[in-house]
């Protein structure tokens, strides 16, 4: 081993300045309280809490972790005068992964990882949840600690799975689909992955310091209430909210500005606006989370009362501000699958996308509909009853261009030529689960319904419907159709079918009957329920730890295929126009031999003589 | 060996590692709490139980993870102060209940609570005289199990009482309110109970960090 | 390749798949969708939970039939036949969903604002816009008002004021039947819910606001009560019975627990709309 490498900026390093940051802000802080002697603090003492403290100890942290990365060369270099340039791509070696990289296909591929393991981590939780439910009274799990898996399940699916296809999969794919070498901001892409690794390690880490009594949605007053564990979910939606910001502005910066010549907007690839209405809702939306955490994180330490009724506060207020983010929120999970699908079903049906700009006017209008909608997040709230039809109509308004990715998806598969292929089953099962889970969102949505079904396990059916059942659908989908491009080796394709079905059916076997128990009455969160529900929660029960094995399937499939089998893909292995599939397989390191000059859309199909690109590409093997 | 070979062995040490991590995860982080602690059951018509526990202004540093939060401590048939609130008594019995109370007065925050409700007669004895509700002010502590509509407030040691008690376990020679009462427990089942006054200083509406911890200041009757 | 008559077969699937479905559920189904006929309000949601699923069930056959078919009859036979015909889309098709879609949902909007008119048992803070209409106590009777009953939430039990009655409190739900109950429901310190599943009341309960729901039980029976908002420890454990009782009874009740009460009454605050005990924070 080679330790001269070991020394020197990568994730070594970074772990290493990142605990010495830790530590520095803990007593850093401790310092601060005892030594200024603050009076307004000295609640710190008769609590055992120390809030400060412990931000200082995580933001340090995360400023070391990301200095050992290597992120401050570039800026301090060109502080001092130094000339800079873009780090050398280094083109063999795993040791590229575990540090700052330029290279955007690097960056994907940590992404795809990072990721992947914060899954696992929040699914594990979903199965111990899973777990503790199968009786009505508290099971193996005690009371205080349920509170606190909840919230990590939640919050860690959340904050981790926004970025779920975006990271990996634009990150990877949007320069070469728009004919480029690079994202806009190289090293801004870099940053968002380590800011997401940071915070799920801060969340992660959220246990040891008394858990975190919310939920996911952190509602006031009780965030103030909470230990000192709220503090690490505060720093890790706040770095995942700069994560997020960030990586919507590379995403636009990118298509804005670095299409190829001839690559007009009607000629994007329909996953690139899937990518464009994401990186929207991203940018805006992330930054009101960041506004109202900074505002709970001042009442949790220096005690303002933004959210404190009692001291002329509202607790309405961080309601409006979460959920004004938390609405694009959840469209930014929907929307990257609305273009995966599409993409996807054009090439498997080997047909254009029926209806382009529908679908794009679809995609753009679920985008800016989403700022409209928040209030029905508070229909029994109490806020000011003649609100609640504006905020039905508007939210029942988002369905219309939900329904035209349908109708699109429907026009596509119209008189193709089918293929049954993993990617395609994966697609045709989010039809099946966007159907139902947009469909009772129309319930949830509709305000006198909504009273029996807000806070119930209604609402959580229907977001795991059209969460898991969309985003993770596809998210699988685009794993089996494009890493085959991304390492050069194809999935299996048994094992994949064996993934898929096992997947799809546990999966609506385990959240079907969850809109029952919901309009049966049981309340969201809640470790004990009334005894005659046990039947249905035991299925569900054992229907998530078969969704759960489906996955160890998948990760059995990916270890399988990648490592021993390693059939090779080839550079086109499903046919496609697109542009990534003329590049071999794994992509080079320089992406495109030369920028290619796009004549024509990639979904050309049936048509005669339809080209994409000129010239054309030597050796790849793909249409020209 | 062969490279298939050593992938194998390779993601085999991975498998055992993350196996062991994910143990480690589940058991150590989520599966551990506070133990139960059942009181010896005196024989006769019905099983009898009789329950001394006592609440302190501070835990301590000798039992307690957190020293500076109030808490609750039950006696042991050994004669000493546990650290626990999950106590097993048995099912349709009659609990004798007898509290020291050394922590001072914080207030109710709803005064109903300061009636008491639930216990046989519907009636407490505080320092030998019976009575069935307290000024809301007095209250330091409550005992409620609202499954059982059982509430009982713990009136708190006055401001200017001499000999008071830092931290606990605190002995009986320092100053303190007994309170007695009785209640019958029902069939099988996991009630759990709180205290209802807003006591855990420095918190929001003082029902953060010891109110919310098992252990402190709410519980468990594990009734088998 | 082309088969006439692919579009006129899935149109016939379809319809006829539509209409035995939604027979099935309207007769069926729809009667025994929650929250039930616990009160008027609960009966309200039932036929709103009736006509949404109605109005879903042609969309959702339309989908299952339009892929059973597509998938099957236009599946890849592996005989090597290229590409499908190069359609980028039908502006008739594409205007009629677009159309189709938009009126379906105006109707819901509309239909679902109609339902609201009562109130539907939701929360609607302190200056309630629906609020329906006073009752006469006997049939041809002057109206009367509704019965004010405050629902106080905290960590972690829920206890009720009744204002009218002398204002005392209890931590026992008891209403009468047939009788218009105006609930103000307020916390004490967390944001809770006031959840009534039988009688399709749900109400968040936030510190110093007060939030008015109406409801009018039609059913003399128990009913479950519990907190819909996560918080704190035992909110899991934030639930009992309430008791819907014959108004007779109730006034029995009301007569006993007065009594019962009597020794901590004087102690409770005056009667309001909304509670906030101070010190927020406690010195240790």
Sequence with gaps: MNVRRLIGFNLLTGIVLGVGGFYLGWYGGHWLINGLDIKSLDYFGDTDQNDVSLFLAYLLGVIGFLVGLGFANYPLARLRGYPSSLREKETTGISRYFGLSTDHKVVGMQYFVGIGLFFFVGGLNAMLIRFELLRPEPNVIPAGNYLTLVTEHGTMMMGMMTSGILGPFANYLLPLMIGARRMAFPRIEALTFWLLMAAGVILISAVFYGGVPTGWTGYEPLNVQGNMGMDAYIMFFALVGISMCLLGLNMLATVITMRAPGMTWTRLPIFVWGVISTAVLMLLAAPVLIAALTMAAMDRTVQTSF??????????????????????????????????????????????????????????????????????????????????????????????????????????????RIQFTVPMLFCLAWVFNFLFGGLTGIFVSDAPSDVTTHGSFFVMAHFHYTIMGGLIFTFFAAIYYWLPKMTGYMMNERLGKVHFWTMFISFNSTFGPLFALGFMGMARRVVTYPTNLQPLNDWVSASAFVLGISMLVFLYNLVYSQLFAKVPAGANPWGSRSLEFQLPSPVPVHDFDRIPVIVGDPYGYGEEGAVVARPAFAGAGGQP | MSSTQKKIAGILAVVAVAGVAIGFYVVGVWLAG????????????????????????????????????????????????????????????????????????????????????????????????????????????TFAVPALDLIVPLVGVADDAKNQCGFGPCPLSTAHQTITFTFETPGKGRYRWQCFVPCAAGFLDGFGGPMQTLGYMDGFLNVV | MRRLGDGRRIALIWLVTTTVAMVLVAVFLAPHLPPGNGSKEASGQRFDNEVLTLTSIPLITLIFVYFGYVLFAFRDRGDGAGDGPPIRGHIRVQTAWVVGTTLTVLFLAAFGTYELLGGAGGGQGSSPVFVPAAEAATPGGPPVPPLQVQVIAQQWQFTFRYPSEGGFESAQFVLPVNRQVELHVTSLDVIHSFWVPALGVKADANPGVDNVAYVTPTRIENVRFECAELCGLFHGYMFDTGRIVSQSAFAAWVKSQRAFVAPVTKYLPKYSTSYLPQPAFRAG
């Design chain 2, 34 to 141: 506070p133990k139960a602690y059942r009181p010896p059951v005196l024989a006769g018509a019905t099983p009898t139980v009789d329950l001394t526990l006592q609440t302190d202004a501070a835990a301590g540093p000798t039992l307690a993870a957190n020293p500076d939060w109030v808490s609750y401590f039950v006696l042991d048939s050994t004669n000493h102060w546990r650290h626990t609130t999950i106590w097993t008594l048995p099912a349709h019995a009659t609990i004798h209940v007898t509290i020291y109370q050394f922590d001072g007065d914080s207030g109710l925050r709803n005064p109903f609570m300061a009636k008491v409700r639930g216990t046989v007669g519907n009636t407490m004895t505080l320092n030998g005289e019976t009575t069935d509700v307290i000024n809301p002010n007095d209250a330091s502590h």
């Design chain 1, 307 to 416: 959210f404190v009724t009692a001291q002329g506060g509202s607790s309405y207020l961080f309601e409006d501000l979460f959920w004004f983010f938390g609405h694009p929120e959840v469209y930014i999970l929907a929307l990257p699958g609305f273009g995966i699908v599409l993409e996807l079903m054009a090439v498997f049906a080997r047909k254009p996308v029926w209806g382009y700009r529908l679908a794009v006017a679809g995609m753009l209008g679920v985008s800016l509909l989403s700022f409209t909608v928040w209030q029905h997040h508070l229909f029994v709230s109490g806020i000011n009853s003649d609100l609640r039809p504006f905020y039905m109509l508007s939210t029942e308004l988002i369905s219309i261009p939900t329904g035209f990715i349908f109708v699109c998806a429907m026009g596509t598969v119209w008189r193709g």
